[in-house]
C-alpha cells in the first residue's frame, strides 16, 4: 500500500515509500565512511598495551601515538568542504577509501613508532573526511521528511564500526592466546587488529561508485539534467522537479564558495552561529566518549580486571552504543534534537558522578572493591548509552542542518575540525590524568556533561523538519 507525497514546508514533496528504499541505500553507502571513522578509531583501543610493551614508551608518549591520528582528523575535516565544493562528495568518499586502505596496511606493518604514528595521521586524515562528507552528502541527498534519521545513519555506522571493531579484537586475542603480542599469520595479534581494516576501506571504495553525486554539487557545476535525475531517486516522481531545481539555484544564486573569511564577524571572531556549531562539537568530546573507546581495556585492566574480560566489556559497552544510536533513530525527527540532547545530557552526568564516585576508592589487592566495582561498570554503560541517544547523533545531524547555505561547507569543516582537536586534547591527556588521579579525571567530565545542558537551552535552536534552503 502505497501513499502520496506530502509536501514539505517550503513546498517539495517528500519520497514516495517505492523510492525510500534506494534513498536508504545511498545514505548507508554513504555512511560506511562512518563506518571506517568509527572502526579506525576504536581499533587502537585493542593494541594499546601491545605498542607500550613493544616500544617501551611511557603514558605521556603512548598517549601522543595514540592521539596523533586526531591532529590528521582535524586536518582532514578542515579541507575536506573545501575539496567536496571543487571535485565533488563522491571523489572525496573515494579518496578517503585509499587513504584508509594505505593507513591499514602501514599500520599493520610499520618499521619503528615514527612509522606508526605517521600511518595514524594518513587515516586521521581520511578519518576527518569521512566525519565531514558523509553528514553533509546525506543532508544534500536526502527528503527533509527523512533527512533526521537518513542523518543518523552516520552516526549509526560509527557506532556498528566500534562494536565490531572490538568484537574482532576480542576474536583475534583470543586467536593468539589472550596475548596481544602473540603471533597469528607471522604478525603480532595486534599488527592484525589494524591491518583488518582494510577489508571495509575496499568495500567503501566500491560502494561509491555505485551512489549518485549530490544534486546541489550537480547544479553548482551547470549538470542541471543529471541533477534532476538525482532528485527523482530521491525524491520520487511526482515532484516538480523545475520547483525543487528552482528552489535549490534560489539559495545558491547569492552563495559563492565558501572560505573561512565567510565564517568571521560578530563581537568574538566568527559569527555567532558558528561559535555555537564548535560549542556542540567540543561539548561532545569534553565528557569523556572516546575515553570509553580509546583506553577501555586499558582502563578496566588498571582497576583489576584480566584482559580477555576488559576486551568483553569493551564490546559490551559498544553493544550499548549501537541500542542508544537506535533509540536516537527513532526519536530523533518525532521529538526533536533539542528534547534528546538534554535527555542525553542529564543521563550522562548521572554516569560520570557515578563512575567518578567508584574510582574514588582504593584498589584492594589490584582490585576495586566489589560494590564500587560494579558500580564503574553499570555507570559506564549508562553514559555511554544516554551519550549515544543524544550527542553522538543530535550533534552530527545539527551540524549537518544548521548552518545558513552560504556557510555551511566551511562552517561544517570548522566546527568538525574543533570536534577533533578537543578529542585530541582528551585523548592525549587522559593518561597523564589517569596516573595523577583516575576519579577526579571523571569528575572533569561531569563538570562538562553538566555545562552542555544550559548550553543548549540558551544557544541551540531546533532545526526539526526545516528545509536546507530554510536555514538561510
Known amino acids: 500500500m502505497t501513499s502520496t507525497a506530502q509536501p514539505s514546508p517550503s513546498g517539495a514533496q517528500v519520497a514516495h515509500p517505492e523510492h525510500l528504499g534506494h534513498v536508504i541505500f545511498i545514505a548507508a553507502a554513504a555512511a560506511m565512511g562512518g563506518f571506517l571513522f568509527g572502526y579506525d578509531s576504536a581499533v587502537i583501543n585493542g593494541a594499546v598495551e601491545a605498542i607500550r610493551h613493544r616500544y617501551?614508551?611511557?603514558?605521556?608518549?603512548?598517549?601522543?601515538?595514540?592521539?596523533?591520528?586526531?591532529?590528521?582528523?582535524?586536518?582532514?575535516?578542515?579541507?575536506?568542504?573545501?575539496?567536496?565544493?571543487?571535485?565533488?562528495?563522491?571523489?572525496?568518499?573515494?579518496?578517503?577509501?585509499?587513504?584508509?586502505?594505505?593507513?591499514?596496511?602501514?599500520?599493520?606493518?610499520?618499521?619503528?613508532?615514527?612509522?606508526?604514528a605517521f600511518w595514524r595521521v594518513v587515516g586521521g586524515f581520511a578519518i576527518g573526511m569521512a566525519s565531514v562528507i558523509g553528514p553533509a552528502y546525506i543532508a544534500e541527498v536526502a527528503p527533509?521528511?527523512?533527512?533526521?534519521?537518513?542523518?543518523?545513519?552516520?552516526?549509526?555506522?560509527?557506532?556498528?564500526?566500534?562494536?565490531?571493531?572490538?568484537l574482532v579484537n576480542w576474536g583475534i586475542l583470543n586467536a593468539a592466546g589472550g596475548d596481544q603480542r602473540g603471533e597469528i599469520m607471522g604478525l603480532e595479534a595486534w599488527q592484525v587488529m589494524l591491518g583488518v581494516m582494510v577489508v571495509p576501506a575496499v568495500l567503501y571504495g566500491l560502494l561509491s561508485f555505485a551512489i549518485p553525486e549530490s544534486p546541489r554539487f550537480l547544479i553548482s557545476v551547470g549538470r542541471d539534467e543529471?541533477?534532476?535525475?538525482?532528485?527523482?531517486?530521491?525524491?520520487?516522481?511526482?515532484?516538480?522537479?523545475?520547483?525543487?531545481?528552482?528552489?535549490?539555484?534560489?539559495?545558491?544564486?547569492?552563495?559563492?564558495?565558501?572560505?573561512?573569511?565567510?565564517?568571521?564577524?560578530?563581537?568574538?571572531?566568527?559569527?555567532?552561529?558558528?561559535?555555537?556549531?564548535?560549542?556542540?562539537?567540543?561539548?561532545?568530546?569534553?565528557?569523556?566518549?572516546?575515553?570509553?573507546?580509546?583506553y577501555s581495556a586499558t582502563l578496566w585492566q588498571s582497576v583489576g580486571v584480566d584482559p580477555s574480560e576488559s576486551f568483553f566489556y569493551s564490546f559490551t559497552t559498544s553493544i550499548i552504543n549501537i541500542i542508544g544510536t537506535v533509540i536516537a533513530m527513532i526519536f530523533v525527527d518525532r521529538i526533536g534534537r533539542r528534547p534528546l540532547a538534554l535527555i542525553g545530557s542529564v543521563g550522562m552526568v548521572i554516569g560520570l558522578a557515578l563512575e567518578a564516585w567508584a574510582f574514588s576508592f582504593d584498589l584492594v589487592d589490584g582490585k576495586l572493591p566489589a560494590t564500587q566495582g560494579w558500580v564503574a561498570l553499570?555507570?559506564?554503560?549508562?553514559?555511554?548509552?544516554?551519550?549515544?541517544?543524544?550527542?553522538?547523533?543530535?550533534?552530527?545531524?545539527?551540524?549537518?542542518?544548521?548552518?545558513?547555505?552560504?556557510?555551511?561547507?566551511?562552517?561544517?569543516?570548522?566546527?568538525?575540525?574543533?570536534?577533533?582537536?578537543?578529542?585530541?586534547?582528551?585523548?592525549?591527556?587522559?593518561?597523564?590524568?589517569?596516573?595523577?588521579?583516575?576519579?577526579?579525571?571523571?569528575?572533569?567530565?561531569?563538570?562538562?556533561?553538566?555545562?552542555?545542558i544550559p548550553f543548549v537551552l540558551k544557544f541551540v535552536k531546533e532545526t526539526k523538519g526545516k528545509t536546507l534552503e530554510e536555514m538561510g
Open 56 to 116: 617501551d614508551i611511557g603514558s605521556a608518549a603512548l598517549a601522543q601515538v595514540i592521539a596523533i591520528a586526531l591532529i590528521g582528523c582535524a586536518i582532514g575535516a578542515a579541507t575536506a568542504g573545501r575539496i567536496a565544493d571543487r571535485i565533488g562528495r563522491i571523489r572525496c568518499m573515494q579518496i578517503s577509501a585509499v587513504l584508509f586502505t594505505v593507513s591499514a596496511v602501514g599500520s599493520a606493518l610499520p618499521f619503528a613508532l615514527y612509522d606508526l
Open 144 to 166: 527533509a521528511a527523512y533527512r533526521g534519521r537518513l542523518g543518523s545513519f552516520q552516526q549509526a555506522a560509527i557506532v556498528i564500526g566500534i562494536a565490531i571493531s572490538q
Open 226 to 294: 543529471r541533477a534532476r535525475e538525482v532528485l527523482r531517486e530521491v525524491e520520487g516522481d511526482k515532484i516538480d522537479l523545475d520547483a525543487r531545481v528552482a528552489e535549490i539555484e534560489h539559495a545558491m544564486k547569492s552563495e559563492h564558495k565558501s572560505v573561512f573569511k565567510d565564517l568571521l564577524g560578530g563581537t568574538f571572531f566568527f559569527k555567532p552561529i558558528v561559535w555555537i556549531g564548535i560549542g556542540l562539537s567540543v561539548f561532545q568530546q569534553f565528557v569523556g566518549i572516546n575515553v570509553a573507546f580509546y
Open 378 to 452: 553499570i555507570a559506564a554503560h549508562v553514559f555511554v548509552l544516554f551519550f549515544a541517544l543524544s550527542w553522538g547523533v543530535v550533534v552530527w545531524v545539527f551540524l549537518g542542518e544548521m548552518f545558513p547555505n552560504k556557510l555551511r561547507a566551511a562552517a561544517l569543516g570548522v566546527a568538525a575540525a574543533a570536534q577533533w582537536i578537543a578529542n585530541w586534547a582528551i585523548t592525549a591527556s587522559f593518561p597523564s590524568l589517569a596516573d595523577w588521579n583516575l576519579s577526579m579525571t571523571y569528575v572533569i567530565y561531569t563538570v562538562f556533561a553538566a555545562l552542555s
